[in-house]
């Protein structure tokens, strides 16, 4: 069953590792426009990293399927936020959810997103 909140946390190790293979020209875990930790790694990537929903899809493309499907579980148990990624991004995530995590994944990141959960 889907969490419609987002956890505040702080990223693991783990978590760093997956941002720097989304987005390897990140420096710093602090957000430049609001001055905050990162605490998820989708919204930095769709927001200050990629360049576009093309962009966005490429960096989603280097993530191994399991490390794909884990992240899309990391959204489904609330511990990773998609409300605040622009609508194109949302897209090519949910896109490639229906693609390499299967449709129930499709769906329930598609309902998280209209849901308009927190952004972390």
Known sequence: ?????????????????????????????????????????????????????DDFAAR???????????????IREGKEGIGCIPVECAEVLIEQALRRAGPNAGNELYALYEAGSQCH
Not at 14 to 22: A, E, F, M, N, Q
Not at 61 to 67: Q, T
């Open 1 to 53: 069953m889907a969490q419609w909140y987002i956890m505040a946390r702080t990223l693991s190790e783990h978590d760093i590792s997956l941002l720097l293979k989304l987005a390897p020209e990140c420096d710093t875990l602090v957000c430049k426009g609001s001055e905050n930790t990162y605490r998820s790694i989708l919204p930095p990537v769709a927001n200050h990293y990629a360049k576009d929903a």
């Open 60 to 74: 989603l493309n280097r993530l191994s399927d399991d490390e794909f499907i884990r992240l899309v579980d990391m």
